[in-house]
């Protein structure tokens, strides 16, 4: 018999993450890339923190959850105004992966996936700044989750 819990230790990765109706979205990106600036404008639009600047990922049975180191939790930076409390959320199952980039192609060829503690996740790239990058977030999400592809 074997036990369907993963023995595997979590990971702490440079990222920040937000829950879309329950469901966990995880913003990686380069520093400077905007990863808070998108959290920001999701929040705003209905979204709740997971965590900034760093996302613990940890594995239990066949899902993985985004919590926030404790020293974390709560905060978000908002450039310009310093770190900002917010009410957060902890242990959301990841859904979606946006990778941002500041050049995005207009029509993606291959659908994107990454994989994290040997599990695969769908992927999007997003330009963090484009006014409607929040936007493109939700709605990728609401793909993911009708169960439909996103390429």
């Given at each position: 018999?074997?036990?369907?819990?993963?023995?595997?230790?979590?990971?702490?990765v440079h990222a920040t993450a937000v829950a879309l109706a329950g469901a966990g979205?995880?913003?990686?990106?380069?520093?400077?890339?905007?990863?808070?600036d998108l959290a920001l404008r999701l929040i705003d639009r209905g979204a709740?923190?997971?965590?900034?600047?760093?996302?613990?990922?940890?594995?239990?049975?066949?899902?993985?959850?985004?919590?926030?180191?404790a020293r974390l939790a709560g905060k978000l930076e908002v450039r310009s105004l310093g770190i900002c409390?917010?009410?957060?959320?902890?242990?959301v199952g990841l859904?979606?992966?946006?990778?941002?980039?500041d050049q995005v192609?207009?029509?993606p060829m291959d659908r994107q996936i990454v994989i994290l503690l040997g599990m695969e996740f769908p992927c999007c790239t997003l330009d963090a700044m484009?006014?409607?990058?929040?936007?493109?977030?939700?709605?990728?999400?609401?793909?993911?989750?009708q169960g439909a592809k996103i390429s």
């Open positions: 018999m074997t036990d369907s819990k993963q023995s595997e230790d979590p990971m702490t979205l995880l913003i990686r990106g380069k520093s400077g890339a905007g990863k808070s709740t923190l997971i965590s900034d600047d760093q996302v613990v990922i940890r594995r239990e049975d066949q899902k993985l959850l985004l919590e926030p180191p409390e917010y009410d957060h959320v902890s242990g859904k979606l992966v946006i990778d941002l980039q192609e207009r029509y484009e006014a409607s990058a929040a936007i493109k977030a939700e709605l990728a999400m609401r793909r993911i989750m």
